[in-house]
């Protein structure tokens, strides 16, 4: 495994950037493939979003993007080697549109120890004007979600995450981030798989479409955990041999 999270100061910090997951022409491409996602349920709402199964169906690309090792050391680093896959979103915010600040944590269920983390692929560079990932720094250490007063507000402690294209943010799930206005004439587009321990539900439930059989009869190991299909490693419930389920 190439290690390239500090646990320390993830732990402390709730956050890694992972520069250069994808090449800039890799970067191109994915975000290209966002014009052959279904527009039809558009109903003009400012940030546009496509689960798991939409993504899956419309371009192997997006399963390429979140099955990249070096992604996924950082994540087993942060979790744990019975990661799996929760949910996969890819956002679209419009040019001149966004929030300036939304700030939230996309797991509610506080804990010392980290049971999910999210990672926000980006496919473009996060100038200032394109409105980068804002994050505040150990807050998920806070045990709560920001309340009324600090949900739109301009926070003291908060940092911009600016990037360039094809770097991952890889963030402790309860850590409280947002993202920026897109001021520029460009869409915003970024990929986010999330990730937890294999014992955490699926989102399945979200998904009207079966997955698509490229990933149900995929033979790597790594691929059947992250999906459901089969556990590799020890978890809560001991370790299995995949082979015993056939």
């Known amino acids: 495994m190439t290690v390239n999270l500090d646990p320390g100061r993830f732990a402390d910090e709730g956050y890694v950037v992972l520069p250069d997951l994808l090449a800039p022409d890799e970067a191109r491409s994915l975000w290209s493939a966002f014009d052959g996602l279904d527009r039809s349920a558009d109903d003009g709402r ?63 269920f506080f804990a010392d120890a980290v049971l999910t983390v999210n990672c926000a692929i980006y496919l473009q560079d996060m100038t200032p004007e394109r409105g980068p990932l804002l994050v505040v720094p150990g807050s998920h250490r806070r045990h709560r979600e920001p309340d009324a007063a600090e949900e739109h507000a301009r926070l003291a402690d908060e940092i911009e995450v600016e990037v ?38 699926r989102m399945d439930e979200f998904y ?27 978890s809560v419930h001991g370790g299995y041999d995949e082979r015993s389920y056939g």
């Open 46 to 108: 400012p940030v546009l979003k496509w689960h798991e199964r939409q993504l899956l169906a419309a371009d192997p690309l997006f399963l390429d993007a979140i099955t990249r090792p070096r992604l996924l050391d950082a994540v087993r680093v942060a979790v744990g080697e019975d990661v799996q896959l929760l949910a996969l979103d890819a956002l679209e915010t419009p040019a001149s549109s966004g929030s300036e600040r939304s700030w939230h944590a996309d797991f509610a």
């Open 164 to 201: 360039g294209a094809g770097t991952a943010v890889v963030f402790n799930a309860m850590l409280w981030h947002s993202g920026g206005r897109n001021q520029t004439g460009d869409a915003r587009r970024a990929v986010f798989p999330y990730f937890g321990h294999y014992w955490i539900k």
């Open 208 to 234: 009207r479409d079966p997955l698509p059989a490229y990933v149900l009869e995929h033979t790597d190991p790594t691929v059947r955990q992250l999906f459901g299909l089969g556990l590799a490693v020890a």
